[in-house]
């Protein structure tokens, strides 16, 4: 009698750890398939990153997401400006067909509005964490000629891939909503500008303002 009450004892108890570990194992298997969200505030790292909402003067809208992985100094310059307003009421002054459309630089008038200069976070600067290839819809930073650390606030977004420029500017983003709206501008009549082919919209191109989309 004493025998059997010993061993009805262990089996409770082994029972009773198998309860536990199935229990345990459930627990596991939970929080490993939610720890990506856990590390990501919720997110996924590419909902994790900066987006900016460019409306523009005729009601348009478009999202650049920000990709601070690779240009991280040119990013939070770009944040930076886009919260102080910077952008509000400049244009897009250069579309040149098949390869980019550039601004951030001029209002309506024409009249050039300065901002501090940055380091260039690209290959031939010394930097060799932005891979960023400049294809259809990636952001970069303009520069002046051979100077490596003079962009400012003046951006293009590609209409096309340009290898020619990899490794020589900063790009750093990519337009992930609205392309159709940057190519609408393409539409708009120009005239001879510096490329010596007609890349100056007749009439302005005007950023109405650009947000933090988050």
Avoid: W
């Amino acid at each position: 009698m004493k025998t059997k009450k010993i061993i009805k004892f262990i089996l409770t108890g082994l029972i009773i750890l198998i309860a536990l570990s199935i229990l345990a194992g459930c627990g596991d298997k939970d929080n490993s398939g939610n720890q990506d969200d856990k590390d990501n505030g919720g997110k996924s790292e590419a909902e994790n990153n900066p987006k900016v909402q460019v409306e523009m003067e005729n009601g348009d809208i478009f999202i650049i997401e920000l990709y601070p992985e690779y240009a991280p100094k040119t990013v939070d310059n770009f944040v930076k400006l886009v919260k102080d307003g910077f952008y509000d009421g400049l244009t897009f002054h250069r579309v040149y067909e098949g390869f980019m459309a550039q601004g951030g630089g001029y209002d309506a008038a024409g009249t050039k509005k300065d901002a501090d200069s940055i380091k260039g976070e690209f290959k031939n600067n010394g930097y060799d964490k932005n891979t960023l290839k400049h294809t259809r819809g990636v952001i970069s930073m303009a520069r002046i000629g051979g100077m490596n650390d003079s962009a400012s606030s003046e951006f293009f977004i590609m209409y096309g891939t340009s290898t020619g420029l990899d490794g020589d500017y900063a790009a750093f983003g990519k337009v992930t909503e609205g392309m159709e709206v940057i190519d609408s501008f393409l539409k708009v009549e120009k005239t001879i500008y510096m490329d010596n082919v007609p890349t100056k919209p007749v009439e302005p191109i005007i950023i109405k303002k650009m947000t933090m989309a988050d």
